[in-house]
């Protein structure tokens, strides 16, 4: 693809050689001759000037002399739109492999990919183009919608519901049973795990991350949001539209998360708590039992605090041993007024 | 089945229409006419007064005037014992799926289900009516008990034995190596993985759960534990019956943990830690290493304090910024009459 | 294999009866009289005395009167020497099982063992004596070195190149996306996951950990590096050689990490930050978006801090409910001067 090609597919302004050939995208350093790149920010930019790409993306109002460019609104964006063309996800051709087993009663709409050993229960449902990648298993009923993808021994059980455009990584297990149990008799009887699970639209879902479906009630993932590797999410959560979990972060049953909420790494989020939308929980922060996190707010620690108490409390702490010794002095300075 | 069956299952004494037909179980909120569901709790009890459901299970010496109920000791429990008859979990039929392998010297006993591309490797034993779903792996030797369900994609390395009735989730790996290394010669050199590990009976296990085998001892699990999602369960490690494990907590090499113990989520137990019997151990506590737990005691932060400790502490934290000015003041304060 | 051929194949001085039969390894207290093991420290030689060990492991300048030794410099290191003899790890016969799937293109070397249930895509290339157990998944272009063992149900992503003597466990992802998005347009807009991820030689990954693709650019795990279970490492992350990460601990975007580190288990590292050479941090630390952990240093904490500052400020914190007691007294005791 041409230089001019990308400009009008970006509806970008131009600067230098069109006629320049782009056979693929790579970041600002590493970038050669045949490569698109970005720059945003000073420090990108000057960078930029030593660039051996090709072309590269820039917003309005920069300019790297010398080089090829490409002025857009938003480059990290106009590089996506670029890359969906010039190195587009690699699909395998429709149709199901001769090793998969696809039991009676199974619905699989126009151009799906069954890859090889896959494992498919009765009266499933599979959308247009949808990809089921090598290892994958779906439990009775499972309803999966259109151009998803699964990796590799995605495993989704009974019932699961995937929405369109989902992305499911490898390893990941959707409505597995919760973790629930009456304690009784000395014993733990394990509690009716009979619930559903949805994903909405667009979901992406990274590597070996674990989703129980609802004991009685459903759990829900809304549309948009985005979950890291090695995530756990249990029965009954509801999570909303457009949010990010990031990796290793736990949420406990029952827990209600809303929309464009910011969960970093490693967060653990206990049962029955409440974040509101666009709340930002801080890496390995920890929300305790039925806690309600406030619109918009930053929280850090464990128990978690708004960012800036925790910022504050966290200086203090460091200061902690002066200030026990200057209470030390203050004691024996008294002490010997009083003695005097 | 009619409330008045239901009633008798469950030795009940029941109040209003004994012939209403039940045909599953939902919460109180969401279910039905034809739903059998359960409230216990001044709350729920009142919120029962508007449930939809065919019948509603009650603690001795509630009412929910206008509603068909039935009064038992534990409802929550009862709901269980109902659920059992009314939604029994769907088995799949005896065999041996023709996509299986299954290797020489494996015994199975009767009824047991080998699903869709399941691998057991030599001198294997299974006991009868244990369900082997979707791609299970089973190295040689492993011994599985009756009635055991192991979900999609689970691995038993070479030698794994579990007991009788263990549900283990998708993805679970049992028996793989420990992470035991000496170090010499500047690098680090694999310490021989040739132990055992043991679950027993009753035991459930979470999606991608991690139970490395021994290094030159055993890794035990003890009948009843039940433990949740992602949780890592290192070489040589103890745990004794009927404990709790929640989501994505780790317990680190050799660490002994007690009978009824209760670790939260994301809960840390370092190498050669002691926990005794009934311990609760709070969300993303850091229990460090070689210390021991006494029985009952209630545990939180990193590293671990009594809970009353921790929660004074944190209070004394959060007021810590008050603190610095109080010493502040009084400094000035007793300036000024050194001054004066 | 007798005790005085142990003794010459580990150049160590024997004492007592080396005609004696060892068949086995084992730990010092359930050794049995065909066993070797080890004992190293006081309180180890002490416990030597009641062992029931065919011969024992010690070293220079320790005895155990009444049995049967070997002295050697580095009783662990030898104990590994004798165990790769004595106990040699089974490896399948080479060869391609009939239920696995071998795309065109694929070079497999001499003595590849290719297990049941595997897939292979096209382009794909496998060292000499190189095992893949049950249900590995390979994506296309994948480069796997001289023996390896990836255990069950391993998943290679297209493109991801693995050095000579690796070993994989079960459920391990290598290369999948790395979890970067654009917000634009009030949503998450997925950048492209294009880039590289390279084990070295003599890497060792846990059960179930997921390792990232690079975003534009790489994911490296250095020679000799030895990663736990359920650690999550993220794209663009470098990890030197020779490091040791403890299960569960995650490593976020673009972060650097030096050779010889150790993080213990649940550690967090955010994006961005360097860690240098033989850095300690401690369990369940969290090293903030950037920060620079210098050559050496021992952190615990989250935020981090070195270990000392960790541990005087955490005596102060048990002791904060103190101090305020006593700035209460001051107060009053001079109130009560200036009201005299």
């Known amino acids: 693809m041409r230089v001019d090609e990308i400009a009008r597919l970006l509806k970008a302004e131009m600067q230098g050689d069109g006629a320049l050939e782009i056979a693929g995208i790579a970041a600002l350093e590493t970038a050669g001759p045949e490569d698109l790149t970005f720059a945003e920010g000073e420090q990108a930019l000057t960078r930029a000037l030593r660039s051996r790409a090709a ?3 820039i917003p309005q109002g920069a300019v790297v002399p ?4 490409l002025t857009v609104a938003h480059p990290k964006l106009a590089l996506i739109r670029a890359a969906e063309v010039l ?3 690699r699909r395998p051709s429709p149709g199901i492999h001769p090793t998969a087993v696809v039991e009676t009663g199974v619905h699989l709409a126009a151009d799906v990919s069954v890859g090889p050993q896959v494992m498919i229960e009765p009266e499933v449902t599979i959308g247009a183009r949808t990809v089921l990648a090598a290892g994958v298993c779906l439990g009775r009923g499972v309803v999966v919608g259109e151009d998803c993808v699964l990796h590799p021994r995605v495993v989704l059980y009974a019932g699961a519901r995937i929405g369109n455009r989902v992305l499911l990584h490898a390893g990941v297990v959707v409505g597995s ?10 014993k733990h009887h394990k509690f009716p795990q009979l619930g559903q699970v949805i994903l909405g639209d667009d979901v992406e879902v990274g590597s070996n ?3 129980d479906r609802g004991s009685l009630g459903v759990t829900m993932i809304g549309e948009g949001t985005k979950i890291d590797n ?9 999570i909303g539209r457009h949010c990010v979990i990031a ?10 998360i809303g929309d464009y909420v910011v969960l970093a790494g490693q967060v653990g989020v206990a049962d029955r708590v409440r974040i509101e939308d666009r709340a930002v929980i801080g890496a390995q922060a920890g929300i305790p039992t039925g806690k309600v996190v406030r619109k918009g707010l930053t929280m850090w620690g464990t128990p978690a605090r708004r960012l800036e108490d925790f910022k504050r409390q966290y200086a203090h702490l460091s200061n902690l041993p002066n200030l026990a010794k200057k209470v030390k002095e203050l004691t024996a300075s008294l002490g010997e007024k009083q003695d005097s």
Not at 66 to 69: D, M, N, P, R
């Open 87 to 89: 190195v587009p996800p």
């Open 230 to 238: 090695l995530v756990q999410i249990a029965h009954n959560v509801k």
């Open 66 to 69: 010398g080089h090829t460019t």
């Open 247 to 256: 990796a290793q972060t736990g949420i406990s049953g029952s827990a209600e």
């Open 55 to 57: 072309c590269i993306l």
């Open 209 to 211: 991350t674990t989703i």
């Open 177 to 186: 049973d919760g973790f629930g149990y009456v304690f009784a008799e000395d």
